[in-house]
């Protein structure tokens, strides 16, 4: 069972991280997976009443590896702690199948009460970026991915995205364009993304492009309504239709859409 936990662990690190070349270099110069390897018998220790072994176990992994897991927390299969340096996961926290946790990731909790729920909880497939704080008793769904630095204190839905600092949801969209699809479909084939963070992914960003598509359009809705008003007026053939025309009625447009989106 040891060994094979350990194969499945080597194997997902070839898949998801370029730089790895070969099983042996994993074993050997991997701390997220010799963290991981060390925390199961910590956990061993601290669920069958040795629970100052379990935390001398876990404080031994914390000065070899750089990663503190408390031997109290819930790692599920095929995680992949990347780098790992300065993580932190607690006591309460339970870490689903197949995520991945880059470095500097907190998964702390926000309460005192003893004996509470005070860390959070990661389904399956959910991805952390760098330096990235989740924190407090609440579930971050299958799935989802939790940008680099962002600040998450509230459920996040699978699927969903959270960046930001306090971080911003923004739930998966039913309809991509071309490109995003491509993008997923590269993702899912590597079985991750990087830091977790994808292109447009940014709920204000994509708020912003929206509001200058909003605009754009009303650009282009006005300057047709006044091309029509100038052409009735002209067909009119009088002072008081050509009068009728505004000095700064705008028969061009001006609005650049695409240079603001560019600044965005």
């Known amino acids: 069972m040891l060994f094979a936990r350990l194969r499945e662990n080597v194997a997902c690190i070839l898949e998801r991280d370029p730089a790895a070349r070969t099983a042996w270099e994993v074993l050997t110069c991997y701390p997220g997976l010799h963290a991981l390897t060390m925390h199961r018998g910590a956990h061993w220790c601290w669920t ?48 689903g199948d197949d995520c991945t946790i880059y470095q500097g990731v907190t998964l702390g909790g926000t309460s005192l009460s003893k004996g509470a729920k005070r860390h959070p909880t990661l389904g399956k497939g959910v991805i952390v970026g760098a330096n990235a704080q989740v924190l407090g008793g609440f579930t971050v769904g299958d799935g989802a991915r939790v940008g680099s630095n962002a600040v998450v204190t509230k459920e996040v839905p699978p699927g969903a995205t959270a960046v930001g600092n306090p971080a911003r949801i923004i739930v998966k969209q039913t309809e991509v364009d071309e490109k995003q699809a491509e993008r997923e479909a590269v993702a899912a084939r590597m079985g991750f993304s990087a830091y977790g963070v994808t292109v447009g992914d940014d709920p204000l960003s994509q708020a912003l492009r929206g509001l200058i598509d909003h605009a754009a359009g009303h650009e282009h809705q006005i300057t047709q309504l006044w091309c029509a008003i100038e052409k009735l007026a002209d067909c009119a053939q009088t002072q008081a239709g050509r009068d009728c025309m505004p000095d700064d009625a705008q028969t061009t447009e001006r609005f650049d859409a695409d240079e603001l989106n560019k600044l965005v």
Request: a positive charge; proline letters at 2%; aromatic letters at 12%.
């Open 48 to 95: 069958h009443g040795l629970k100052w072994l379990g935390r001398w176990i876990s404080q031994w992994s914390r000065f070899f590896t750089g990663i503190e897991i408390h031997p109290g927390a819930q790692i599920g299969r095929r995680v992949f702690i990347d780098h790992g340096m300065g993580v932190v996961v607690g006591e309460t926290a339970v870490v």
